[in-house]
């Protein structure tokens, strides 16, 4: 028979946990704002290009790829994206793919990501090897791509009344509408084009 002592333990690690879970996922699931939103907005104008060495890369990969970010194409990609590549191949492959405009980094990469791996031809699997952030990027609890951070500036903050910033987290997907019954708009705007995850991130 188990020890009390040793079972309440568990049983306040296990609350503990699932406290920490709620309250991650409340704070993913917070809607804000317009005042709030944007305070966390980053400048919609440059990215940075960050380098991510793996190990199948040579030192004339990493050189290509710092030569990529003075790039014109490159300094004009959207935020968040990122660049993936396939190590059996490298990258000089059609494999190595971008991805771009997306909400955040964990997603631009996935994007990136899954493209790369329907391409490659064998070997193990694609791995990132360059993000585009925002100038000056931390993590925040709410994250636009390029052009929904545009839309929010020059859309949302417009006017009053009702309004709602709908996002599709894992398409890029985003959709602002006003009005009477704001927050249904803008999700059915945002669902569109078959995003399936699409939430109210901004309201008012």
Do not use: W
């Amino acid at each position: 028979m188990q020890p009390k002592g040793s079972f309440m333990k568990k049983i306040f690690i296990a609350a503990a946990m699932i406290a920490i879970t709620v309250t991650g996922a409340m704070a993913q699931d917070a809607v804000l704002d317009g005042k709030a939103a944007k305070k966390m907005m980053f400048s919609h104008r440059g990215t940075e290009f960050i380098v991510v060495p793996q190990d199948f890369m040579t030192e004339t990969d990493v050189a290509t790829l710092n030569l990529m970010a003075g790039m014109p194409e490159f300094k004009s990609v959207l935020y968040y994206g990122a660049i993936a590549a396939a190590p059996e191949h490298g990258l000089a492959h059609k494999a190595t793919v971008a991805s771009a405009n997306h909400h955040t980094t964990e997603a631009a990469a996935a994007a990136a990501i899954k493209e790369c791996n329907g391409v490659r031809s064998g070997g193990p699997k694609c791995v990132v090897v360059a993000h585009i952030t925002p100038k000056k990027y931390v993590e925040r609890a709410l994250q636009l791509s390029t052009s929904a951070t545009v839309a929010f500036k020059k859309t949302y903050l417009r006017g009053g009344g009702s309004k709602a910033l709908a996002i599709s987290p894992s398409t890029g997907g985003y959709a602002v509408a006003k009005g009477d019954g704001a927050a249904v708009a803008a999700l059915a705007a945002c669902t569109k084009d078959g995003a399936s995850d699409c939430r109210i991130v901004v309201q008012d």
